[in-house]
């Protein structure tokens, strides 16, 4: 008897250089109370149980986070690459490492590395259930402002003015890992590979990818504790999220 589970890749892109962490290291190797967060990233595709497959891309010659990879001892194949200048070439290296029978693919941040189970299998119910794109995502709760370009100002400072105010109801702040049908991402990468270089700086996650095909790209809920670590704050409340999971599990 054959299953009739869709077999699921789960890229996740390691290329940070973790500047702002201040931990002079990339910051896939930054521990979080003790555990790499490329560990935790990892550790955490596997409590989900939807890869078949799951393939790092990581900055090149980095050996730290190649190792890194084999510690976290995921059960299913895992595959190792050389990440790009840019996050789109790194997560078109990772894909060309999938096996190639992979229906849908999944593309997380290593830096999310607390993005809890439930966040992978609504996504990977979306598609199955006919989405061709999907991203997770949580309300905005900022009074949001778009700007004109800085103009200088007294004592030096850059002084910008406000253009607009968009409704917040309606915006969205985008989370990984974020779902495709694996054809359509591997075709959206193959016209990026037509971009000039400023649209492929212009490019931030490859739901745009998709988008710039014309295809719909679908949202569901993402997670409070899916944060994105990239300062010594997030890092500090990543470790708070760590502290208070750990006394529920012992209440």
């Known amino acids: 008897m054959t299953s009739s589970r869709p077999r699921i890749g789960v890229i996740v892109v390691a290329g940070g250089s973790g500047q702002r962490l201040g931990y002079g290291i990339p910051k896939a190797q930054v521990p979080l ?14 409590a989900s149980g939807i890869a078949a497959a799951v393939s790092v891309a990581v900055p090149a010659g980095d050996t730290v986070l190649r190792s ?7 059960a299913v194949p895992l595959a190792v690459v050389d990440g790009g ?12 490492a999938l096996p190639g029978d992979i229906e849908f693919v999944l593309v997380h941040d290593a830096a999310r590395a607390l993005t809890p189970p439930e966040v992978f299998h609504r996504v990977a119910a979306a598609l199955a259930a006919g989405a061709k794109a999907v991203i997770p995502a949580v309300p905005v709760t900022d009074t ?3 700007t004109a370009p800085a103009t200088p100002g007294q004592a030096g400072t850059a002084v910008r003015t406000v253009t607009g105010t968009p409704d917040r109801s309606a915006l969205r702040a985008v989370q990984t890992p974020q779902g495709f049908d694996a054809a359509l991402l591997r075709s959206a990468h193959a016209a990026a590979e037509t971009f000039d270089a400023a649209r492929t700086s212009a490019v931030t996650d490859d739901a745009m990818l998709v988008e710039s095909l ?12 899916s944060l994105k670590i990239t300062t010594p704050l997030d890092l500090l409340l990543a470790e708070a999220l760590l502290a208070r999971e750990l006394n529920r599990q012992e209440d």
């Open 144 to 146: 949001i402002k778009s």
């Open 85 to 96: 200048e840019t996050r789109a070439h790194s997560v078109r290296a990772a894909l060309e």
């Open 214 to 225: 014309g295809t719909e790209v679908y949202v569901v809920d993402g997670s409070e504790t």
């Open 33 to 46: 109370s003790g555990v790499a967060l490329l560990i935790r990233a990892l550790r955490g595709v596997e």
């Open 68 to 74: 890194l990879c084999a510690e976290a001892g995921l």
